[in-house]
C-alpha cells in the first residue's frame, strides 16, 4: 500500500503535500451560519458545508466526478452531527472563560501532511477559541497541550485516555495519508496546471502606498520584490498576506510607502517571481482615488470568509498571522473528536 502511495504522488508533483480540514463555530451572529467546514487539498479547496444549507457540496470537479451519492450522504450527516458538537462546545467555552453574551468562535484544524521525496508524514490537530490558541496535539510526545488555563480539564481528561490517543495517532499517521493519497490522485491534473500572474502596480492617492497586485497564479508560491535604480529594494516594503480567489488560483500584493516625488526621482521596478518566469511592472495603473479594482476586493472579501472557517494555517496562532473514526471503512475521514471543551 506504502509502495502505491509513494508511486502515485509523484503523478501529481514532487513535494510536500496537504489534507487539512477546517472547521469553525460561530455564536452570537445572526444570519451567520452556526458551524462552517471546508476541506482543503494542498491549499484548494474541494468541499464545502455549512449549518444554512445542511449538505456537504463539492467545489471542484475532480471530487464531484470522482465520489458518489452515498459519499456525499455520509459526509453531510457527519456534520450535521458536528453542528451541535460545536454548538455545545462555545457553551462550555463560555462557561470557562466567564462569559455571558456576545460573540464567540471555536476553530479547529486538523489533517496530514505526505513529503513524497522523503516520505515523511506529519499530522496535526489545533484548535482556538475567540481567536486565541486553546489546545494542539502533539503526536510526537502523545500528548494535548493546552497554553490557557482554561483548557486544563480537557487536556487533563484527554491525555489520560490513551486508547484514543493511540487511535488518533494511528488516523494521522495511516489513514488521513491513505486519504490524502487518494485525492492527490484525484486531482493529479488540475495539481500539476500552472498559471502566471497578472502583474498591476497600483494606488489609491498619492498619499497611500504604491501596491504591487499579482494574481491568477497557480501554484500558490510567488515571490514580489522591488528595485531601486537597479538594486534590490527592502525599505518601506510590506508584503500582504497569501489570498485565495473564487478560481482557485492565488493573489498577493507588495506595498512600498514612498513619497510622489521620490518615485518620479527614482525608478521603481516590481519584480514577481512565479515558477521560474520573472514579470516586471512599474506604471501605475491607477491614482484616482477610487477603491481598488474589484478582484482585490472580492478577494479579500473571500479571504475574510475563509479566514472564519479556518484558512490561514501558517503557524496557527490560531488564524492570526503567525495555530476517531472514520464514519465508514468506505467513505471518509472524520475522527470523532467529539467535545474536546467538555
Known amino acids: 500500500m506504502i509502495l502505491l502511495l509513494l508511486l502515485g504522488a509523484h503523478l501529481v508533483s514532487a513535494g510536500k503535500h496537504s489534507l487539512r480540514y477546517f472547521y469553525t463555530g460561530v455564536s452570537g451572529v445572526s444570519d451567520f451560519p452556526e458551524f462552517i467546514s471546508a476541506g482543503l487539498l494542498d491549499d484548494h479547496q474541494f468541499d464545502y458545508f455549512d449549518s444554512n444549507i445542511m449538505k456537504v457540496v463539492p467545489k471542484t470537479e475532480w471530487i464531484r466526478q470522482n465520489e458518489g451519492a452515498d459519499y456525499w450522504d455520509s459526509q453531510t450527516q457527519g456534520l450535521i452531527g458536528y453542528h451541535q458538537v460545536y454548538k455545545n462546545n462555545i457553551q462550555e467555552a463560555m462557561k470557562r472563560f466567564n462569559q455571558t453574551s456576545g ?26 477559541y475567540d481567536g486565541e490558541d486553546f ?34 495517532k494511528h488516523y494521522f499517521s495511516f489513514e488521513c495519508i491513505e486519504w490524502l493519497q487518494k ?37 500558490k508560491e510567488v515571490t514580489i520584490s522591488w528595485m531601486k535604480n537597479g538594486q534590490d529594494h527592502d525599505e518601506d516594503v510590506e508584503v500582504g498576506e497569501l489570498l485565495p480567489n473564487e478560481d482557485g488560483t492565488f493573489q498577493r500584493s507588495s506595498g512600498l510607502r514612498v513619497t510622489p516625488e521620490e518615485w518620479k526621482k527614482n525608478e521603481f521596478i516590481c519584480v514577481v517571481e512565479h515558477q521560474g518566469e520573472t514579470k516586471i511592472a512599474n506604471e501605475i495603473k491607477t491614482n484616482t482615488g477610487d477603491s481598488l479594482p474589484i478582484v482585490i476586493i472580492v478577494g479579500v472579501g473571500v479571504a475574510a470568509v475563509l479566514l472564519l472557517i479556518g484558512i490561514g494555517v501558517a503557524g496557527y496562532k490560531v488564524y492570526q498571522k503567525k495555530k476517531g473514526e472514520r464514519d465508514s471503512d468506505n467513505i471518509i475521514i472524520i475522527i470523532d473528536y467529539i467535545s474536546c471543551f467538555i
Open 103 to 128: 460573540v464567540h468562535t471555536v476553530q479547529v484544524m486538523y489533517g496530514c501532511e505526505f513529503d513524497d521525496q522523503t516520505g515523511e508524514t506529519n499530522g496535526f490537530r489545533q484548535e482556538g
Open 135 to 168: 489546545l494542539y496535539l502533539d503526536l510526537k510526545e502523545m500528548r494535548w497541550i493546552t497554553p490557557v488555563q482554561e483548557g486544563f480539564p480537557s487536556v487533563q481528561k484527554m491525555n489520560n485516555d490513551r486508547a484514543l490517543l493511540e487511535a488518533r
Open 183 to 219: 485525492y492527490l490522485q484525484y486531482g493529479k491534473s488540475s495539481l500539476k496546471k500552472t498559471v502566471s500572474p497578472q502583474v498591476s502596480v497600483l494606488q489609491k492617492s498619492s498619499s497611500s502606498p504604491v501596491v504591487c497586485h499579482a494574481t491568477g497564479f497557480y501554484p
